[in-house]
């Protein structure tokens, strides 16, 4: 279950079934995890709104790996030691974070976006994937959930994935361009679309089950919906962006 926590000063969401894994630290970050009267800060440093977040944790910003996120289809893998003295490593322009090491904690921004997390607990691995209409439509969650099982040799019923929240089919109305351009890159649009909206749950579940990935938790939220908890791109312009974080401490 897709649940708030509020940990000390701290506010954020998890998946409760993940919070049994040892060792494991995971945060989909809300509204209110944010600082007020904070302005995010440029890309490749922790913004200052989300510093209380990372005090919480117990987690420095040398060991943060940001994205240059670019709607791509294309996932980076970290297998050594993080060497950064101090702050967050960039990672350049791309849409998914494999981390085969631990104490390293890919983050993946959104407001709207669909966040995605993949887990194999038994050797502490974790693999974190940002995806909207076009990431979608190029398959990132197959390319990063592919080369997530074959860095790591498990079979995909060891996995874990947790879908976090984004703009769902109820407020996701899209133009007839986006459906044309699916439909030419060979997706079920029975499944991906009902009527003008775009599903963008459903597109990636097809995605993962194709792979025979079978372990799969929604968080069943709308950022659209729900613009309470969450920043959403569509329903706000110019808005804030939500963390997904997430890694093993040792
Ligand atoms: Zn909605």
Same mark, same amino acid.
């Given at each position: !279950?897709?649940?708030? $926590?509020?940990?000390?000063?701290?506010? &954020?969401?998890?998946?409760? #079934?993940? +919070? #049994?894994?040892?060792?494991?630290?995971?945060?989909f970050t809300s509204r209110?995890?944010d600082?007020? =009267?904070?302005?995010p800060?440029?890309s @490749?440093?922790?913004p200052?709104e989300? /510093?209380?977040?990372? #005090?919480?944790?117990?987690?420095?910003?040398?060991?943060?790996?940001?994205?240059?996120q670019v709607h791509? =289809?294309?996932?980076?893998?970290? =297998?050594?030691?993080?060497?950064?003295?101090?702050?967050?490593?960039?990672?350049?322009? *791309?849409d998914?974070?494999?981390?085969?090491?631990?104490?390293? &904690? %890919?983050?993946i921004r959104t407001a709207d976006c669909l966040p995605?997390?993949?887990?194999?607990? #038994? $050797?502490?691995?974790?693999?974190?994937?940002h995806t909207g209409w076009r990431g979608t439509? @190029?398959?990132?969650?197959?390319?990063?959930?592919?080369? &997530?099982? +074959?860095?790591?040799? *498990?079979? %995909?019923?060891?996995?874990?994935?947790? !879908?976090g929240p984004c703009i769902r089919k109820c407020c996701y109305e899209v133009g007839? +361009?986006v /459906?044309?351009?699916?439909?030419?890159?060979?997706?079920?649009?029975? /499944?991906? &679309?009902?009527?003008?909206q775009l @599903?963008l749950?459903?597109?990636?579940? *097809?995605?993962?089950?194709?792979?025979?990935?079978?372990?799969?938790?929604?968080?069943?939220m709308c950022t659209a919906c729900r613009t309470d908890l969450f920043y959403s791109y569509r329903r706000e312009g110019e808005t804030g962006r939500m963390w997904l974080?997430?890694?093993? /401490?040792?």
């Amino acid at each position: !279950m897709f649940r708030q $926590k509020n940990l000390g000063p701290a506010s &954020f969401f998890v998946f409760e #079934e993940l +919070e #049994e894994v040892p060792g494991f630290v995971h945060a989909f970050t809300s509204r209110q995890t944010d600082a007020p =009267n904070q302005e995010p800060a440029p890309s @490749d440093e922790v913004p200052l709104e989300k /510093r209380l977040l990372l #005090e919480t944790l117990g987690l420095q910003p040398n060991q943060l790996f940001f994205l240059h996120q670019v709607h791509s =289809n294309r996932v980076v893998t970290v =297998n050594a030691p993080t060497l950064k003295a101090a702050g967050p490593t960039s990672l350049g322009s *791309a849409d998914g974070v494999i981390t085969l090491l631990p104490a390293q &904690f %890919p983050v993946i921004r959104t407001a709207d976006c669909l966040p995605i997390l993949v887990l194999l607990a #038994e $050797k502490k691995q974790v693999c974190v994937l940002h995806t909207g209409w076009r990431g979608t439509r @190029d398959r990132i969650t197959r390319e990063g959930v592919s080369q &997530f099982l +074959e860095a790591t040799q *498990a079979s %995909p019923q060891q996995l874990i994935v947790a !879908m976090g929240p984004c703009i769902r089919k109820c407020c996701y109305e899209v133009g007839p +361009e986006v /459906r044309n351009q699916y439909a030419r890159s060979g997706h079920d649009l029975d /499944r991906c &679309f009902s009527g003008q909206q775009l @599903d963008l749950v459903e597109a990636n579940l *097809a995605q993962l089950q194709e792979l025979g990935v079978t372990q799969i938790l929604d968080s069943k939220m709308c950022t659209a919906c729900r613009t309470d908890l969450f920043y959403s791109y569509r329903r706000e312009g110019e808005t804030g962006r939500m963390w997904l974080l997430a890694g093993f /401490r040792q």
